[in-house]
Nanobody
Framework: QVQLVESGGGSVQAGGSLRLSCAAS????????MGWFRQAPGKEREGVAT???????LYAESVKGRFTISKDNAKNTLYLQLGSLKPEDTAMYYC?????????????????WGQGTQVTVSS
C-alpha cells in the first residue's frame, strides 16, 4: 500500500511560481512510477507530468518549459516545480503512483492517489 501526501499549494499571481511536494510512504519512490495530475472545477482530471522509475519524464504540452517534475529518493518525495504560472493553471493538483515500469499521463494507469493540494493563480 502506498500513502501519498501533497503539500505546497497556494495562491499566487500570474507569472509566479510554486513548488509542490508529495511525500510517499509504504514504498520507496525509486520503485514507483509517479505523476502529477490536476482537476479544475467542471473539468476532467488531466495529466500534468510524470516520471518513471528510471527518471524519464513526460509533460503535457500545456506545461512544457514551465513545470519540472523531479524526485528525491533520500527524502522519498516527489516534486513539481511550477513556473510562469497562468490563471488557467488553477486547479486541485494530485500526486499519483503506480508500482510498475510504465509511466503515463493517463490517470487510469495509477492505483494510488493523494488528497490533493489547491493551486490558485490570479491575473
Amino acid at each position: 500500500q502506498v500513502q501519498l501526501v501533497e503539500s505546497g499549494g497556494g495562491s499566487v499571481q500570474a507569472g509566479g511560481s510554486l513548488r509542490l511536494s508529495c511525500a510517499a510512504s509504504g514504498y520507496t519512490v525509486s520503485s514507483l512510477s509517479m505523476g502529477w495530475f490536476r482537476q479544475a472545477p467542471g473539468k476532467e482530471r488531466e495529466g500534468v507530468a510524470t516520471i518513471g522509475r528510471l527518471g524519464r519524464t513526460l509533460y503535457a504540452e500545456s506545461v512544457k518549459g514551465r513545470f519540472t517534475i523531479s524526485k528525491d529518493n533520500a527524502k522519498n518525495t516527489l516534486y513539481l516545480q511550477l513556473g510562469s504560472l497562468k490563471p488557467e493553471d488553477t486547479a486541485m493538483y494530485y500526486c499519483a503512483a503506480e508500482p510498475g515500469w510504465e509511466y503515463s499521463l493517463q490517470p487510469a494507469r495509477y492505483d494510488y492517489w493523494g488528497q490533493g493540494t489547491q493551486v490558485t493563480v490570479s491575473s
